[in-house]
């Protein structure tokens, strides 16, 4: 049974940080494409940061948030972070995992997990 778990959302002040956790099971982490997405209040979900398969990946990012959040894997652990720095009232949003996988293999998303940046 695959599963995808986000965590490390909460309260944060703005200019502070946080750090987001997805940790995956029942799929071979190593060759799927990872991705943080968000959706903000009345707003669509967007993509915020890839990382491509492999030891260490490639990154790219939404040009909202470039300089200031850092995505990483590590495949030992099977898990996908983000690092958020200099946050802003405009990065509240629900954050979502999403792994994509080559081919004809499945997509999957965790539940979320809120992050609020508020004073």
């Known amino acids: 049974q695959v599963q995808i778990v986000e965590s490390g959302g909460g309260l944060v002040q703005p200019g502070g940080s946080l750090t987001l956790s997805c940790t995956t099971s029942g799929i071979f982490f190593d060759i799927y494409n990872l991705e943080w997405h968000r959706q903000g209040p009345g707003q669509q979900r967007e993509l915020v940061a890839r990382i491509t398969s492999g030891t260490r990946g490639s990154a790219t990012y939404v040009d909202s948030v470039r300089g200031r959040f850092t995505i990483s894997r590590d495949n030992s652990k099977n898990t996908v972070y983000l690092q958020m720095n200099a946050l802003k009232s405009e990065d509240t949003a629900v954050y979502y995992c999403?792994?994509?996988?080559?081919?004809?293999?499945?997509?999957?998303w965790g539940q979320g997990t809120q992050v609020t940046v508020s004073s």
């Open positions: 999403k792994a994509d996988g080559p081919g004809l293999l499945k997509t999957y």
